[in-house]
């Protein structure tokens, strides 16, 4: 079964600390992978995508994320953490061909404490 | 551009009542979708509508009806609302098309429902 796993429901990081949000997924073939992310009350805002190419993709707000296609992989990454990145993160999978149906996981919720 | 909007942004209703929850977007996109968030869940999709006067049902369907009114709009009914369907109402949509590669997916602000 097609499947996106975030095994992390919640982290806290200490402003200025690095973050690795983790996520891997179960799915027929290659997907296009995404990174999706929810302040409170909003709706999801991309982050950074996967099409093809180079497997570490940069994204808006300092974000890059790593696709690791052996480990069914794709974790993001923050080198420094701002109180401002407090929100839910969701990692996304998308079929490459013929289809429109996104899995989400279940998401991350960062806490960023001062 | 405002992008994709949804009304309302809230709304209570009682076991059985009906509603209509509307959406739009202005950025000319061919794929549109409904999805439901619950905590602990992440987003799981109820319908979705692939071009103007095609919908095809998600994940979730069951209690739902959808109508894509013209390539702007995408609209969700509950017949019969239940209390298993209070929840958080995403509309979003997409470049996406079967001739053109999958896009992602742009998000409205949500519509936050109470069933009673």
């Known amino acids: 079964a097609q499947s996106v796993t975030q095994p992390d429901i919640h982290i806290t990081v200490s402003e200025g600390a690095s973050l690795e949000l983790r996520c891997n997924y179960s799915?027929?073939?290659?997907?296009?992978l995404f990174w999706y992310v929810q302040s409170p009350g909003q709706g999801l805002q991309l982050l950074l995508k996967?099409?093809?190419?180079?497997?570490l993709v940069q994204g808006i707000k300092g974000f890059e994320a790593e696709f690791k296609r052996s480990q069914s992989s794709f974790n993001l990454r923050k080198p420094s953490v701002h109180w401002s990145d407090a929100a839910e993160y969701f990692c996304?999978?998308?079929?490459?061909?013929?289809?429109?149906?996104?899995?989400f996981g279940a998401g991350t919720r960062l806490f960023v404490k001062a | 551009n405002a992008g994709v909007t949804q009304t309302p942004k809230f709304q209570v209703l009682k076991t059985g009542q009906s509603m209509t929850l509307q959406c739009a977007q202005d950025?000319?996109?061919?794929?549109m979708y409904w999805y439901r968030q619950d905590p602990g869940m992440g987003l799981r999709l109820i319908y979705y509508?692939?071009?103007?006067?095609?919908?095809d049902k998600g994940e979730v369907p069951n209690g739902y009806n959808v109508s894509r009114l013209n390539k702007r709009e995408f609209s969700l009914r509950l017949e019969s609302a239940a209390p298993s369907q209070t929840s958080v109402y995403f509309c979003?949509?997409?470049?996406?098309?079967?001739?053109?590669?999958?896009?992602?997916?742009?998000f409205g602000p949500g519509t936050r429902l109470t069933v009673l």
């Open positions: 799915y027929g073939a290659t997907p296009y």
């Open positions: 509508s692939a071009s103007e006067g095609t919908t």
């Open positions: 979003a949509s997409s470049e996406s098309s079967l001739q053109r590669a999958y896009n992602e997916q742009f």
């Open positions: 996967y099409f093809s190419g180079d497997t």
């Open positions: 950025m000319n996109h061919n794929s």
């Open positions: 996304a999978v998308g079929p490459r061909t013929g289809g429109f149906k996104t899995i």
